[in-house]
């Protein structure tokens, strides 16, 4: 039998086999963003970055528009793009976005995914657990951070992935420019994502959407407590 080469036809879509150079840029920015190294309100020079990233200004602009596009940079009328800034109401419209976004991933989480789910969660808040008993608030803050996205991306939908990824960069945005006063009671945030965890493990879908329901609103009142109005 003769052997037959396999061929891909013309325009058919073929495995990306890595990022394009605006996507790893969009990725470096968004992170700079989240974390602080680029603080709301800075202005994204294009020479500067450019040479800090050791990019050509194409992929650049490219990642910067991607950017724009989700929200965390804005462009200004003949002054140029600057890094958002969030005040109350847009902090209260941030979650209630996020809790539109992790209820659905609680549903199919419950539903779909528990076994799986405990284990992922579980890790991660023992993460908080530790970074709680040290008193270290950037390390707290980071596994925060990390089981919530955790969450989202144990559902298994990766349109909630998507839009879950915008909304936990601005929430972190958040935290960083508070990393001094959040959280102010540590222990009450190790045990509100314990809590959590052991709705679900219980596979008790109304008392787990109850809970994040009262995390999230407890997290608001932190927050808006600490923010420009």
Do not use: W
């Not at 039998?1 to 394009?20: A, D, T, Y």
């Not at 219980?202 to 995390?215: C, I, K, V, Y």
Request: include cysteine; proline fraction near 4%; glycine fraction near 6%.
């Amino acid at each position: 039998m003769l052997g037959i080469e396999e061929h891909n036809h013309p325009g058919e879509l073929e495995p990306v086999q890595r990022k394009s150079t605006a996507a790893i840029v969009a990725d470096q920015l968004r992170s700079a963003i989240m974390f602080g190294s680029l603080p709301p309100g800075s202005q994204m020079g294009e020479a500067e970055l450019a040479t800090r990233l050791g990019v050509s200004r194409g992929p650049l602009r490219e990642a910067m528009q991607r950017l724009v596009q989700e929200g965390l940079l804005h462009s200004e009328p003949h002054r140029g793009l600057f890094v958002a800034t969030l005040d109350a109401a847009d902090v209260r419209d941030l979650y209630t976005a996020r809790l539109a976004v992790e209820r659905s991933a609680c549903e199919q989480i419950v539903r779909h995914h528990r076994v799986e789910a405990v284990a992922e969660l579980s890790a991660a808040q023992a993460r908080m657990v530790s970074a709680a008993s040290k008193g270290d608030r950037v390390e707290l803050t980071d596994a925060d951070q990390e089981f919530h996205e955790t969450l989202v991306r144990v559902s298994r939908s990766p349109r909630l992935q998507r839009m879950a990824q915008t909304l936990l960069v601005e929430k972190r945005m958040c935290l960083t420019a508070l990393q001094d006063k959040y959280p102010a009671d540590k222990q009450a945030l190790v045990d509100e994502h314990r809590g959590l965890v052991d709705a679900i493990e219980a596979g008790d879908e109304q008392l787990l959407l109850a809970r994040l329901t009262e995390h999230m609103n407890d997290a608001l009142d932190r927050l808006n407590g600490s923010l420009p109005r």
